[in-house]
């Protein structure tokens, strides 16, 4: 069983930044997709930013600018770094890494909660 192990998440005032990082326990050189969602109370999940299997860096339109996905396939860990943080950003974050359709694991998720 694949551990996804997810940290960096808090209380942060608007304008502020955060860094969350997911530690996989199973090598993500090959992976078909890694990246970040989020769900705020009472919305559906959301896609934040996400690497394809060519290593492309997809965002929502929202987050584009403020946030950046990154990687160190040393440490198996996907990194979000965001900055310029709003309060609309307050959500559960969750870690997601597909390596094939039968194999696509999701982290436990971490709360970022952003004041005004």
């Known amino acids: 069983q694949v551990q996804l192990v997810e940290s960096g998440g808090g209380l942060v005032q608007a304008g502020g930044s955060l860094r969350l990082s997911c530690a996989a326990s199973r090598s993500i050189f090959s992976v078909n997709s890694m990246g970040w969602y989020r769900q705020a109370p009472g919305k559906q999940r959301e896609l934040v930013a996400a690497?394809?299997?060519?290593?492309?860096?997809n965002y929502a339109d929202s987050m584009k600018g403020r946030f950046t996905i990154s990687r160190d396939n040393a440490k198996n860990t996907v990194y979000l770094q965001m900055d310029s943080l709003k309060p609309e950003d307050t959500a559960v974050y969750y870690c997601n890494v597909r390596w094939s359709m039968y194999e696509d694991y999701w982290g436990q998720g971490t709360q970022v909660t952003v004041s005004s």
């Open positions: 690497f394809t299997s060519g290593g492309t860096a």
